[in-house]
């Protein structure tokens, strides 16, 4: 799934494609990839402006013109790429947006979960899974002590806290595996046992972490692409994720993969304690 570092990258790279472009036409080839009313989407949306594209978390927010926004989550495989509306389809293209100046924006997923939404711009946190959103790493709001009392309060383990978007937005499997390593702290570590230099550290490589990766826009392990068709390059610096049964870049242990919640989950069982 596109990590926040990922949606901000695609964010960055799409906006200069499409903005200032006016919708003429739109097309649902997978309808279900709206999640509010198909016709709605369909009859509203020519004649509007791309006026700006924001990012909270990993959710694009496409500003349009009369006061518009389509909230797009990209979950596992999506991807926007800019083309002609003659261009042949590809059997993963669902939506396609047509633009008055004869290019045209199509959406892609194979696996056909991510979701569009059509609403007010400004209620996003009211009508989407934005609003149960905990803040974003490198954000005023994601502060030291934020973050201490936070976990505080989480009995599960700090994998699943980390991962449910709730006490920090933005981060996926990639980047958790990678800042618990880098702290020493075991996935299975009970989040309200963790030490409070421990969670500061970790707050730490959780800030730092996205901002490198951001920089280099992204991790490429799957299928990720940015809206330019590259892909990212932090996949380079991965340390943990991708690596079970190589040696730890610490101390030589062979790194162990196991599953958290479903989730593939790689750590070294000694440099990272557990806290119960």
Not at 62 to 73: A, E, G, K, P, Q
Not at 210 to 227: F, N, P, Q, S
Request: aromatic share 8%; charged share 30%.
């Amino acid at each position: 799934m596109p990590e926040m570092p990922e949606v901000e990258t695609v964010r960055r790279t799409l906006l200069p494609l499409v903005k200032g472009k006016t919708i003429k036409k739109v097309i649902l080839w997978y309808p279900k990839i709206v999640a509010t009313d198909h016709d709605k989407f369909v009859e509203e949306l020519p004649g509007k402006k791309i006026i700006d594209i924001d990012r909270y978390a990993k959710y694009l927010l496409i500003r349009l013109s009369d006061n518009l926004t389509i909230v797009s989550h990209l979950r596992m495989e999506g991807k926007y790429h800019l083309t002609t509306p003659d261009a042949p389809k590809d059997k993963h293209d669902h939506v396609e947006f047509i633009f008055t100046d004869g290019t045209a924006l199509r959406y892609n997923d194979v696996r056909k979960f991510g979701r569009m939404q059509l609403i007010l711009t400004g209620t996003e946190r009211q009508i989407t899974g934005i609003g149960k959103l905990g803040p974003e790493p490198n954000s005023s709001e994601f502060s030291e002590q934020y973050f201490i009392d936070s976990l505080k309060r989480k009995k599960k383990n700090i994998k699943n806290t980390l991962l449910d978007q709730r006490t920090v937005a933005g981060l996926g499997n990639i980047y958790v595996d990678e800042t618990l390593w880098q702290s020493g702290i075991h996935p299975l570590s009970a989040a309200n046992k963790i030490p409070e230099e421990k969670v500061k550290q970790l707050r730490q490589n959780i800030n730092h972490t996205i901002t490198v990766a951001t920089k280099e826009r992204g991790t490429t392990v799957h299928t990720y692409l940015d809206a330019n068709g590259k892909t990212g390059g932090y996949q380079k610096m991965l340390k943990v994720y991708g690596h079970a049964g190589e040696k730890c870049l610490k101390c030589g242990t062979i790194l162990e993969k196991i599953k958290v919640s479903g989730r593939g989950t790689t750590f070294c069982p000694h440099c990272q304690v557990i806290y119960k």
